[in-house]
């Protein structure tokens, strides 16, 4: 599956913004979705994950409570709200695809999105 992220952007602590991540090919709603983050000089960090059903959801602690997952099978789309965003979420967020994928960490994520640079300001 092809995936591109989208939502991006510029904001100031305490403001949300909401990612979206497009797929296309007729297999999405057979796959778990997972968002995850990259900063300059660190490693990918997972941040949150949705089975292919949309029942279960999983989220790093870091991000827990104010971000939320969720995904839309009929548009084949999966989104990322984010809310009281802080400094240290500043990262390029991608969201990839897997099986059996929502509580593995990388290993078993198969198809990337190109990410999408989301920069908060203190």
């Known amino acids: 599956v092809q995936l591109q992220a989208s939502g991006g952007g510029l904001v100031q602590a305490g403001d949300s913004l909401r990612l979206s991540c497009a797929a296309s090919?007729?297999?999405?709603?057979?796959?778990?979705m997972g968002w995850f983050r990259q900063t300059p000089g660190k490693e990918r960090e997972f941040v949150a994950s949705?089975?292919?059903?949309?029942?279960?959801?999983y989220y790093a602690d870091s991000v827990k409570g104010r971000f939320t997952i969720s995904r839309d099978n009929a548009k084949k789309t999966v989104y990322l709200q984010m809310n009281s965003l802080k400094f240290e979420d500043t990262a390029v967020y991608y969201c990839?695809?897997?099986?059996?994928?929502?509580?593995?960490?990388?290993?078993?994520?198969?198809?990337w999105g190109q990410g999408t640079l989301v920069t908060v300001s203190s």
């Open positions: 990839a695809a897997g099986v059996g994928a929502v509580y593995s960490g990388e290993s078993r994520y198969v198809d």
């Open positions: 949705i089975t292919w059903s949309g029942s279960t959801t």
């Open positions: 090919g007729r297999t999405f709603s057979s796959y778990d």
